[in-house]
């Protein structure tokens, strides 16, 4: 199990930035695939972006490529969403998840999510 701790939320203007969090602590970090999804209200959970551990490679929606930037640093393992040039449509609760099996784009590959950090973004 992986216990998985989100923050950085908040409020910020219509074309502003914020950056998350994702602290991960029990088992090893650095031996899952993370990612980061979000779900507004009325709306299905639907992926951000994800990272895989070995390489590193990386995976947007294209609702945020562009303008956001996953990262991860084992050593401290924590997971980063970097979000600039915020719309008011990346409002949502953001989650941060732990890969188990499947494809990173399906939050049913997921088995360890943290409890969610709030984004607002007003126009």
């Known amino acids: 199990q992986v216990q998985l701790v989100e923050s950085g939320g908040g409020l910020v203007q219509a074309g502003g930035a914020l950056r998350l969090s994702c602290a991960a602590s029990?088992?090893?970090?650095?031996?899952?695939?993370m990612a980061w999804f979000r779900q507004a209200p009325g709306k299905e959970r639907e992926f951000v972006s994800a990272i895989t551990w070995s390489v590193g490679n990386t995976y947007y929606a294209d609702s945020v490529k562009g303008r956001f930037t996953i990262s991860r640093d084992n050593a401290k393992n924590t997971e980063y969403l970097q979000m600039n040039s915020l719309k008011p449509e990346d409002t949502a609760v953001y989650y941060c998840?732990?890969?188990?099996?499947?494809?990173?784009?399906?939050?049913?590959?997921?088995?360890?999510w943290g409890q969610g950090t709030q984004v607002t973004v007003s126009s």
């Open positions: 998840a732990a890969h188990r099996r499947g494809s990173l784009y399906n939050s049913r590959s997921y088995d360890n």
């Open positions: 029990g088992r090893t970090f650095s031996s899952y695939a």
